[in-house]
């Protein structure tokens, strides 16, 4: 585990307006929170929901860096290094529509 993120440079997305996880939205599921990821704007639903959509998404596309996507929370992830922190000056997610 790294002590601070080394794939800051791959971040593209602050923040998009979704009202969901786009694969349970598309499938007809449901999820407990909400997860962006940074580097395409997709949003998929956390390790605690059915789907597991975000770490799912980072699987199979290699994107490092999630974000929370629920209103109030600050904190982003980075899966590669294994490491949760907040970022200074970044816009806030935005979930819902």
């Keep these: 585990m790294a002590d601070e993120c080394t ?38 639903c956390c390790d605690n929901s059915p789907g597991r959509h975000a770490t799912r998404h980072h699987q199979e596309s290699g994107h490092p860096i999630i974000r929370s996507y629920e209103p109030g929370e600050d904190w982003w992830w980075c899966y590669v290094d294994e490491l949760a ?3 200074q000056g970044v816009e806030p997610a935005r979930a819902g529509g």
């Design 85 to 87: 922190f907040e970022l």
């Design 7 to 44: 794939h800051l440079d791959q971040i593209r997305i602050s923040s998009v307006n979704q009202p969901g996880c786009q694969e349970c939205l598309a499938h007809g599921g449901t999820w407990v929170q909400l997860r962006l990821c940074v580097a395409c704007g997709r949003v998929g």
